[in-house]
């Protein structure tokens, strides 16, 4: 082969590497595009690292009964979004999926009629046939919450309770909703209040030792009560959130009981307020002043 023959092959191999070079490298910046533009658009303005068709569910109960609280449902459904997660309502129709729907019911009548305490009753079944997981009272708000734990149950899907037997904040697999529901009915005879509810049958399995396989968790270690305000302010002194009591727990329950204690306290954040019903009416705009406040003055949630 002669000199002019064989620098022409060599130039010819040189384009043909170069021309399928820049393929390579055309094809591995559109990959690297497209996998920057799909992480991106996966990504919550939270900051959570979830994808919006892949939240974890916090599940709640409502029925409106009476005057019903529209405007706290609300509030708690805007909270637990920001921390990252689907908020999704259970109602009486969800309970109704339940096999067991028939008996509680028949038990649940003649005990609680068809009011509050009866729709406490039946949200555990709600849970059960709506798959289970994590289910919180409508009142309960997240602080420092473990999103290690939003998908994979604690206790390896045992139903655990994180304010003892107060049922402010629950997990568990479908199996063990179901479980726990029926043991309430069980148990209900057992209650010595004359007013007897759900929490007060989770009570009593709560004192019965281990037999019932629930995990009943510390309520100082997991829960705040209340608006949790470091003393009673006014015009002169302004609202000061107790950012060290804050950073302890996953969630905070600002229930009727703490919110008329945080009332007698001049600790309500709503000053204009100024008798305990009212109060009561007005817990949604208190709970998104007070979880302002929080994250304002303590930089909300310390856990990823």
Not at 66 to 91: M, Q, S
Not at 97 to 124: S, V
Not at 143 to 152: D, G, L
Not at 280 to 300: K, N, P, S, T
């Amino acid at each position: 082969m002669s000199i002019a023959s064989l620098t022409s092959l060599i130039n010819r191999r040189k384009k043909k590497l170069l021309r399928n070079a820049s393929i390579q490298t055309i094809l591995l910046a559109s990959l690297l595009m497209l996998t920057y533009y799909a992480t991106k658009s996966e990504m919550r303005t939270t900051g959570r690292r979830t994808t919006s068709e892949d939240l974890p569910i916090m599940h709640t109960f409502y029925e409106k009964v009476r005057e019903g609280e529209d405007d706290l449902l609300e509030a708690w459904k805007a909270e637990w979004a920001i921390a990252g997660f689907e908020p999704k309502v259970l109602t009486l129709e969800d309970a109704k999926k339940h096999r067991f729907f028939p008996r509680m019911e028949m038990f649940a009548k003649p005990e609680f009629g068809t009011g509050y305490n009866a729709m406490c009753l039946y949200r555990w079944l709600a849970m059960a046939a709506s798959g289970g997981g994590w289910m919180c009272d409508y009142d309960t708000f997240p602080t420092n919450f473990p999103m290690s734990e939003a998908r994979n149950l604690p206790s390896n899907g045992k139903l655990t309770s994180f304010e003892l037997h107060v049922p402010s904040l629950l997990s568990g697999t479908a199996e063990q909703w179901s479980i726990i529901a029926e043991k309430l009915i069980q148990v209900m005879h057992k209650v010595k209040e004359e007013k007897k509810s759900d929490m007060h049958a989770f009570e009593v399995l709560s004192l019965e030792g281990n037999k019932h396989q629930v995990d009943f968790r510390v309520a100082k270690l997991n829960m705040r009560e209340g608006f949790l305000y470091k003393k009673a302010f006014s015009s002169d002194l302004p609202r000061e959130v107790d950012c060290e009591a804050m950073a302890i727990g996953r969630a905070v329950h600002l229930a009727h009981r703490y919110t008329h204690e945080a009332f007698d306290r001049g600790m309500f954040p709503l000053p204009r307020v100024k008798d305990y019903d009212t109060a009561l009416h007005h817990r949604g705009e208190a709970a998104r002043v007070f979880m302002a406040d929080w994250r304002d003055q303590c930089g909300g949630s310390n856990v990823k």
